[in-house]
């Protein structure tokens, strides 16, 4: 069944004779009631109870009630109203002692969901507020009396400016004199055992001449 408000259409989807009761969904719908259409089937997959596993049935009609039959977004529809009302009540009797029975009621409801067709609301920037201008560091105020005007005047007069010529003198670098320290040969093996061999002549030689001075001074004794 279709609905006219104004610019809005609403559509609807009636669950007759659902098996469950109406105070558990009652309590489902609260929750959702208001909400985008679409979000809240989503909240609903994820209940845990039987209310809300019947209530995402009939909401999931009636959006595809507003597609097919009107065309419309289902991203743009808003659970407008959602309606639980008490069906037929179904008695049972269970048995008990002494030819007793107990009676037990299955309670019934029939569920309306209404949706309509809103316009979307655009996503909100973060940090969509312009940024701050930033800081000007604004002249400093004129003092008043005669500094004042010693300041206008010196700030009137030209500054000329001066440029300094910087002349770079070259020196003449003086050749560094380096001085040869004296090579000291190295001593070969050769060279030792040719001195040690000269070395043992002499003392030879010089034996041999002081056993001819004690041989000469014996003869001259006897």
Not at 22 to 50: C, E, F, M, W
Not at 102 to 129: L, M
Request: neutral net charge; proline residues 5%; charged residues 30%.
């Amino acid at each position: 069944m279709n609905l006219t408000k104004g610019k809005t259409m609403e559509v609807r989807a009636v669950g007759r004779y659902v098996r469950v009761q109406p105070r558990k969904v009652r309590i489902i719908a609260d929750q959702v009631r208001g909400r985008n259409a679409v979000h809240a089937a989503a909240l609903l997959q994820y209940h845990t109870s039987k209310g809300a596993k019947m209530l995402r049935k009939i909401l999931i009609s009636a959006i595809a009630n507003a597609e097919e039959n009107h065309g419309l977004s289902a991203d743009a529809l808003n659970i407008q109203t959602i309606m639980i009302d008490e069906g037929p009540r179904l008695k049972r009797m269970q048995a008990r002692a002494m030819g007793r029975g107990n009676r037990i009621v299955k309670k019934t409801s029939h569920i309306t969901v209404v949706v309509e067709d809103v316009e979307p609301v655009k996503a909100i920037k973060p940090h969509g507020t312009k940024a701050k201008p930033r800081p000007t560091f604004a002249a400093a105020k004129p003092k008043k009396g005669k500094k004042a005007d010693d300041a206008k005047v010196e700030a009137a007069a030209p500054v000329e400016e001066t440029t300094d010529t910087v002349v770079e003198e070259v020196v003449a670098a003086e050749p560094e004199v380096i001085e040869e320290a004296p090579v000291v040969e190295a001593s070969t093996p050769e060279t030792e055992s040719d001195a040690s061999e000269v070395t043992e002549s002499e003392a030879a030689s010089s034996e041999l001449e002081s056993e001819a001075t004690v041989e000469e001074e014996n003869k001259e004794n006897s």
